[in-house]
T-cell receptor, first 115, second 112 residues
Framework: GGIITQTPKFLIGQEGQKLTLKCQQN?????MYWYRQDSGKGLRLIYY???????QKGDLSEGYDASREKKSSFSLTVTSAQKNEMAVFLC??????????????FGEGSRLIVV | GDSVTQTEGPVTVSESESLIINCTYS????????LFWYVRYPGEGLQLLLK???AGQKGSSRGFEATYNKETTSFHLQKASVQESDSAVYYC?????????WGSGTKLIIKP
């Protein structure tokens, strides 16, 4: 089996600050994802990457940057943190694009707190 | 666009009772989407419970079942007899052209 590790578990920053979340996977999966989950809502895709150095925008990419410098890692940067985007950010990976039937494996999530 | 609607929680069920969590979908971008149920147990990451990629088929796992009904555009999750360990948040999802579309989740509470 493998594991997805997200760091930090809690990310606290000030409004307007640039903040970065990191994700590591040891499944050797090609595709990785960043989702945002607001309280009581479903997951929304921010970015995904189908291989090293590839980036694909999801529906919620505005205000975020992502980076896939290695196959095993995928980072997400909030370019200017706002109080209305306090949410849980979930990283996931799969062997191929998840919508086509492949299982997504998730990390435990990182909670963003903006003060 | 594509969407998923599921039972709003929390849902409280007594141990050994039956359960159904409704999931209906709207798929405009794809004729036969893949359908999934994911679950998040307390303190754990989201994980796949079951999936069905062929209309008319049933998926099952850990005593849960869901049938892909193309006519009613539904994928309801059922279990005949729940246990305390089933307490979790359940998410229905649809595979569209390039991403998964997620329902808002249903928190299931099991009364001992």
């Amino acid at each position: 089996g493998g594991i997805i590790t997200q760091t930090p578990k809690f990310l606290i920053g000030q409004e307007g600050q640039k903040l970065t979340l990191k994700c590591q996977q040891n499944f050797n999966h090609d595709t990785m994802y960043w989702y945002r989950q607001d309280s009581g809502k479903g997951l929304r895709l921010i970015y995904y990457s189908i291989t090293e150095n590839d980036l694909q925008k999801g529906d919620l990419s505005e205000g975020y940057d992502a980076s896939r410098e290695k196959k095993s890692s995928f980072s997400l940067t909030v370019t200017s943190a706002q109080k209305n985007e306090m949410a849980v950010f979930l990283c996931a990976s799969s062997t191929d694009r998840g919508y086509s039937g492949n299982t997504l494996y998730f990390g435990e999530g990182s909670r963003l707190i903006v003060v | 666009g594509d969407s998923v609607t599921q039972t709003e929680g929390p849902v409280t069920v007594s141990e050994s009772e039956s359960l159904i969590i409704n999931c209906t979908y709207s798929a405009t971008s794809i004729a036969y989407p893949n359908l999934f149920w994911y679950v998040r147990y307390p303190g754990e990451g989201l994980q796949l419970l079951l999936k069905v990629i062929t209309a008319g088929q049933k998926g099952s796992s850990r005593g849960f079942e869901a049938t892909y009904n193309k006519e009613t555009t539904s994928f309801h999750l059922q279990k005949a007899s729940v246990q305390e360990s089933d307490s979790a948040v359940y998410y229905c999802a649809l595979g569209s052209n390039y991403q998964l579309i997620w329902g808002s989740g249903t928190k299931l509470i099991i009364k001992p």
